[in-house]
């Protein structure tokens, strides 16, 4: 077997080898219904919309992002306890967290916790949902929409100012896009620069 395809298949391997941390939320009548977000000890990520979505957006977080959800997986022992309240509240969603390293497997189910550590480990990938939700309109109104652009920024810009923004990088090939192409406003071109700015920023470090 030839050396690059030998490399190839080991890179392969060795990424499907990798523990992975897999959310999924299930709530009918809600925008999105379903979605469920996986992203690997190496920070790789894919959020999708369905279950049988074969194109999921794909995403890379950063080491200090990757290493406050496995921190956080860690301090809920790896899903193997039970995380539901038991309180009589509304149905906020089925959430699931599950957690795949090899031969390892386990999840646990809730729609309610007042575990700490799982309010803030289920915050993170509602960030993530809310950050992907994000880039999904900006694409959208990049390819359909150019009126629609500067809106789309402006809901960027505010997820940002509230911290609520992950894997900021993976929006600078759209902004680079929009700043270059002198068919949007120059409005939104203006305010795609300053994010873009923003986001190769490497002193900026994410909250």
């Known amino acids: 077997m030839k050396p690059l395809l030998l490399s190839l298949l080991a890179i392969a391997v060795s990424a499907a080898d990798l523990p992975k941390l897999i959310y999924s939320k299930s709530f009918p009548g809600s925008m999105p219904a379903y979605t469920a977000i996986t992203i690997d000890k190496e920070g790789s990520g894919t959020y999708k919309e369905a279950v049988d979505d074969d194109s999921p957006l794909l995403f890379k977080l950063t080491p200090k992002e990757t290493g406050e959800l496995f921190a956080l997986a860690e301090k809920l022992g790896r899903f193997t306890r039970k995380l539901e309240s038991g309180l009589k509240v509304a149905m906020l969603g089925i959430k699931t967290f599950r957690y795949e390293n090899g031969p390892e497997v386990s999840e646990v189910k809730f729609n309610y916790s007042e575990d700490f550590d799982a309010q803030k480990l289920l915050d993170w990938f509602e960030r993530i949902s809310e950050t992907e939700r994000l880039r999904i309109d900006l694409e959208r109104a990049v390819k359909f929409d150019k009126l629609g652009v500067n ?57």
């Open 151 to 207: 809106q789309a920024l402006l809901e960027l810009e505010a997820s940002r100012d509230h911290k609520r923004l992950v894997s900021a990088q993976q929006f600078l090939p759209l902004l680079d896009r929009i700043v270059k192409n002198e068919s949007f406003m120059h409005m939104a071109r203006a305010r795609a620069a300053s994010l873009a700015d923003d986001f190769r920023d490497p002193k900026l470090e994410p909250q």
